[in-house]
């Protein structure tokens, strides 16, 4: 037997569930389908089990796509003041931390629970652990094979995600299924992810385990984050790693301001005044921590002595190596850690106003399997609702 749907959404995460809801509240009949076996995976453990689900303060240039421009339309379809209204008309306290970033005060699961209830219609299903076998484009729309049913729909929404996590269920099919219907990609690398180390950096540096420290990092295209800097044993992590991470590519070096809020120069003239006879090493610990220091000297990098044997010369040296730090992370941790994936299926295949193939009517994709990832902070949450929603609108 063919069961009959209007939309079949395959994929329940973040962008899948915000467009079931849409296209259920519209009269369609549809059916969201996920080889997992429950919902919302990664909404679930985002944020530390908190769900960072939108950003006060969302513009397109908080996104990576090959097409910037590309963001705008669905972000104002559906923006981060409607995603908040929905939050709240659920009774979902949440709170603002650094950078506008909204995160739930109790836990990410009220997140899930919100969209389960919202796709709580006679018109919306969902089905777990529901495999697709195949997929075939027909006269009206689509046939599909789901497990053992034969499923056909006018629309068929593609909101896979990306490939980051596999553990939590990530896999190439959205991938698969634009290949398969001709459209191109963008080739894919993990994006908001900790970089890892060359051998010698990493055992100059891996003592420093747990560090952290805010700093400025930037890529080799000029693009700059402000934020913590953490050591890991294994190499390079914390909140401005990840965010810079979307921006490099293998072979390129990132720069850091070890100190970004002083001139290190004017300050170590002044302590050399006061205090000439101090070392280097004494003067520099009440900067950054001790262990950094003793590190970068051990390494031969900076050299110890008393501050009155500083020249202008050396100090002018001494202050460029700390403001540039130069850095070339050998990798990244990959799929395994990071937040996002880069890249994806390309968005001068799809129309920006409905996100439908431009060149397969009724095909539409939603959320991170696009060539379009947020930084970190909430926006890639709200790409997913506010693609999700636009796809609900129109599949
Ligand atoms: P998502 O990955 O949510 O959903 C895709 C769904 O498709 C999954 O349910 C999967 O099982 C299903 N699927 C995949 N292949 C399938 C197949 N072959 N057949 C059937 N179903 C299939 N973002 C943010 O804004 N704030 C945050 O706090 C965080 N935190 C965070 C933490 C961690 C650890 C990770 C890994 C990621 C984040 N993110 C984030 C990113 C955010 O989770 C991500 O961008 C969105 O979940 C993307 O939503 P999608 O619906 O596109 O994919």
Redesign the pocket.
């Known amino acids: 037997m063919t069961e009959k749907f209007d939309v079949v959404i ?7 569930l915000m467009c079931a809801a849409e296209a259920g509240k519209r009269g369609r009949k549809v059916l969201v ?4 076996k429950k ?5 679930l ?3 530390g089990g908190r ?3 939108t950003n006060y303060d969302v513009a397109a240039n908080n996104y990576v796509c090959r097409n910037p421009h590309f963001v705008k339309s669905a972000l104002s379809q559906y923006t981060q003041w409607d995603f908040i209204a929905m939050v709240a008309k659920h009774g979902i306290a949440f709170e603002e931390r650094e950078h506008g970033q909204l995160f739930c005060e109790e836990s990410a699961k009220d997140i899930v629970s919100m969209l389960l209830a919202e796709c709580d219609l006679p018109t919306v299903q969902q089905r777990y652990q ?3 076998h195949s997929i075939e484009q027909t006269e009206s729309g689509f046939q599909l094979q789901i497990n053992t049913d034969t499923v056909t729909c006018e629309s068929l929404v593609v ?4 490939l ?2 596999p553990k ?4 190439p ?1 959205g991938y698969q299924i634009a290949e398969q219907f001709g459209l191109k990609r963008v080739p894919t690398t993990a994006g908001l992810v900790p970089f890892t180390l060359h051998t010698a950096d990493k055992d100059a540096l891996s003592d420093l385990s747990g560090i952290a420290i805010p700093v400025v990092m930037e890529a080799e295209n000029g693009t700059t984050f402000k934020e913590n800097l953490l050591f890991t044993h294994r190499g390079l992590s914390g909140p401005v790693v990840l965010q810079i991470s979307s921006y490099w590519t293998p072979g390129q070096a990132v720069t850091i301001d070890l100190l970004p809020d002083l001139d290190l120069a004017e300050t170590l003239n002044a302590m050399r005044d006061k205090h000439p006879n101090q070392s280097v090493k004494n003067s520099l610990s009440r900067l950054l921590p001790k262990r950094l220091i003793e590190a970068l000297m051990a390494r031969g990098d900076v050299e110890d002595r008393p501050l009155k044997q500083l020249n202008p010369k050396d100090i002018t040296a001494m202050a460029t190596y700390f403001h540039q730090w130069r850095i070339a992370p050998n990798g990244t941790e990959g799929y395994r850690t990071a ?2 994936t880069l890249g994806g299926v390309d968005t001068d295949e799809l129309s920006s106003k409905t996100l439908e193939a431009k060149k397969v009517k009724g095909l539409y994709f ?4 696009m060539d379009v990832s ?1 930084w970190l902070g ?5 790409w ?1 609702w506010s693609s999700g929603f636009v796809v609900g609108q129109h599949a």
């Open positions: 395959i994929g329940a995460g973040a962008a899948g389908v996920d080889h997992a919902p919302g995976r990664k909404i453990i985002s944020g769900c960072n689900f529901a495999d697709v909101a896979t995600g990306g980051s996590m939590l269920g990530a896999t099919f937040e996002v939603a959320g991170e399997v947020g909430g926006y890639n949450f709200q997913a």
